[in-house]
Nanobody, 121 residues
C-alpha cells in the first residue's frame, strides 16, 4: 500500500512564502514523475508543476518564476517552494507521484489528500 502525505500549507499574506512537502511511504520500487496540482473553490483542478526523472521541471504559466518544484528521491519526497504568493494562489494543493511497487508492474498514479493554502491580507 502506497500513501502520499502533504504538509506545509497554511494562511499567509500576499508576498509571503510557503514550502509544501509530500512524502510517499509504503512499498515503493521506483518513482517516475512527481507533480503538484491545485483546486481553487469553484474551479477545476489545474496542474501547477511537474518533475520527471528524465526531464526538466515544467510549470503553469501563472506560477513561473515564483514556484519551484524539487524532489529528493532518497526520501521519496517532493517539494513545492512557493514565493511571492498571491490571493489567486489560494487553493487546495495536491501532490501526485507515478510509482511502481515492484520491478514487474509499471507506474501508477498516486495522490495525496491535499493541503490548504490560503493567501489573504
Amino acid at each position: 500500500q502506497v500513501q502520499l502525505v502533504e504538509s506545509g500549507g497554511g494562511l499567509v499574506q500576499p508576498g509571503e512564502s510557503l514550502r509544501l512537502s509530500c512524502v510517499a511511504s509504503g512499498t515503493i520500487f521506483s518513482i517516475n514523475a512527481m507533480g503538484w496540482y491545485r483546486r481553487a473553490p469553484g474551479q477545476q483542478r489545474e496542474l501547477v508543476a511537474t518533475y520527471t526523472e528524465a526531464e526538466y521541471p515544467t510549470y503553469a504559466d501563472s506560477v513561473k518564476g515564483r514556484f519551484t518544484i524539487s524532489r529528493d528521491d532518497a526520501r521519496n519526497t517532493a517539494y513545492l517552494q512557493m514565493n511571492n504568493l498571491r490571493p489567486e494562489d489560494t487553493a487546495v494543493y495536491y501532490c501526485t507521484m507515478d510509482i511502481s511497487v515492484d520491478h514487474v508492474l509499471g507506474y501508477a498514479p498516486y495522490w495525496g489528500q491535499g493541503t490548504q493554502v490560503t493567501v489573504s491580507s
